[in-house]
């Protein structure tokens, strides 16, 4: 086909797409974890070397000197994800509650309900999976679609038999290349999607993955190749006079605006959990094979000695004990183990930063581990609530107008299928305090045998210490001091603010009591008056 006869040049992307394409792959990546998160392909995770593998983690400046210690420190990483938590949390705690969906029986409803998108999943399952990609990228899609009705097809009962019907796909940021909006009306004016397809009918020839595009206009969708020509003729007329594509965002921004990211803080900071756990698991390497120092016998020459003995600059037990007399003994240098306690304690307030800004934690301002008061875990679920509410209020709107095009579809060709209205409702009470006091008291528990964890890794080399190099002895006792020290701290803090917020309570009933009372004695005033009059 000659250029004159393409529809479209595909290569061109939307400006905005240009601009958050890499932020969506990292969002996405971040949210998946495993080796989506470790072997990227999101250009953020570029390290500015081409000796460096792409990654997420930050090159030291040692490692520029060595090109392989990076690689090898990410080959040795793993990824702690709390940015799927927070996002699946808010999704169960919306669909756990279920939706109702009121409509008349025999309406015809049903069978959208059951498979909306004609793979098998329910209206449920799609609206959840909207859900959770609207938080991670900000923004989310659903294309309504039915094909148009074959020639002799005339009954509603031969459409039926054929599985002629609308459906929902979801559409991900990343595959809505290019469009164009009516700055007036704020309507489409056209869309380009794209869509990969695997192309293995036949087995005597190699599985090939090709990339077709889905230009879609008020009235018509033409089916384009990579070229941007019309593929096999395909020119759908839909006449609905509006490209049927529901922009769905988690923040409330225009829509000419750039989306938000539910994750666009907490992404930063797992990033930044991921390289302190690379450097804490590089630091426990260094305290679990500890660096000999001894000085050099001046016998020994390059390779071997004259007895054959390995070279002296190799670390092991068979060369260690062979000094010469005068010298001073090796000795071992000892790992700062507080610098272990300073990432740590860095994490845990990192992770505390998440879920703060996630609306999951602590929100009471009460600076403690563990808050078992009623009234405490009142202000840290209440605006988990808030944000649980908001996003059931959007996911409503979303499948309400999800609805509206599934009827403009079904009735179209004046064959439907559904009769009547449908009146969704989502939930507006979540379970939330029961989650919160659960989640709470599993880390509790989880520091205490932390805690404990560093307590025996620090007992065990004191011992080594003592019989290598006593001298370096104090630096560990101080080291375990620091950590006991910690937790008798930490310990009391927790006991103070538990008596101030109990003795808040107390404080809360006797006003209830006295408003109580007081409510009682005019009940009674008024029934005396009411008796003398």
């Not at 092991?316 to 272990?340: K, Q």
């Not at 809360?508 to 009059?533: G, P």
Request: hydrophobic content about 35%; glycine content about 4%.
């Amino acid at each position: 086909m000659s250029v004159e006869n393409r529809v479209m040049d595909i290569a061109s992307r939307h400006p905005d797409y240009m601009e958050m394409i890499a932020y969506w792959e990292f969002y996405m990546d971040s949210y998946k974890g495993g080796q989506y998160y470790l072997n990227p392909s999101s250009a953020l995770s570029a390290t500015g070397n081409e000796d460096f593998r792409n990654s997420y983690l930050h090159p030291h400046d040692s490692e520029y000197k060595i090109k392989d210690k990076f690689n090898a420190r990410h080959r040795k990483s793993f990824y702690e994800n709390w940015c799927a938590l927070p996002v699946n949390t808010y999704s169960k705690y919306i669909f756990s509650e279920g939706v109702d969906r009121e409509y008349e029986e025999n309406s015809g409803y049903q069978e959208y309900i059951d498979n909306i998108d004609l793979k098998g999943n329910s209206i449920d399952l799609f609206m959840r999976q909207l859900m959770v990609n609207m938080m991670v990228y900000g923004v989310g899609y659903i294309l309504l679609d039915k094909p148009p009705l074959p020639e002799g097809i005339t009954t509603l009962g031969q459409q039926k038999e054929i599985g002629n019907r609308a459906y929902a796909s979801f559409i991900s940021p990343t595959n809505l290349v290019d469009w164009s909006i009516n700055t007036t009306t704020g309507l489409y004016q056209w869309v380009l999607i794209r869509s990969q397809c695997v192309d293995d009918g036949d087995y005597s020839i190699a599985r090939a993955t090709v990339d077709r595009y889905y230009l879609w206009t008020p009235t018509h969708t033409f089916l384009l190749n990579k070229e941007g020509e019309l593929y096999n003729d395909t020119v759908v007329q839909h006449n609905l006079g509006v490209i049927p594509l529901i922009r769905c965002t988690y923040s409330d921004a225009d829509v000419d605006c750039k989306p938000e990211s539910f994750l666009t803080s907490i992404a930063q900071t797992n990033r930044e959990i991921y390289n302190i756990d690379s450097m804490y698991s590089e630091e426990l390497y260094k305290i679990a094979f500890a660096q000999l120092l001894k000085q050099k016998s001046p016998d020994v020459l390059d390779g071997v000695d004259e007895i054959g003995k390995r070279h002296d600059t190799d670390l092991s037990t068979e060369v260690a004990i062979e000094y010469e007399a005068g010298t001073n003994a090796p000795a071992y240098l000892a790992f700062p183990v507080s610098a272990l306690v300073e990432k740590r304690a860095r994490k845990d307030e990192l992770i505390q930063n998440i879920m703060r800004t996630a609306n999951l934690g602590n929100q009471a301002g009460v600076q403690t581990d563990s808050f078992r008061s009623g009234l405490a875990m009142s202000f840290a679920y209440s605006d988990t609530h808030a944000t649980a509410g908001q996003l059931s209020q959007k996911m409503e709107y979303y499948e309400n107008r999800l609805w509206d095009y599934i009827k403009a579809f079904d009735q179209r060709d004046g064959l439907g299928l559904i009769n009547g209205d449908i009146k969704v409702t989502y939930p507006t009470k979540f379970n939330v305090q029961s989650d919160l006091e659960a989640r709470e008291n599993f880390k509790t528990i989880n520091d205490n045998i932390r805690q404990s964890s560093h307590l025996k890794v620090l007992n065990s080399m004191q011992e080594v210490v003592r019989v290598l190099n006593p001298e370096q002895e104090d630096r560990v006792i101080i080291e375990k001091e620091l950590i006991e020290g910690y937790s008798k701290e930490q310990e009391a803090t927790e006991m103070e603010a538990q008596l101030l917020l109990d003795e808040q309570s107390i404080q809360n009933e006797q006003l209830i009591e006295s408003q109580k009372t007081l409510e009682s004695d005019e009940t009674d005033n008024t029934d005396k008056s009411a008796d003398e009059d």
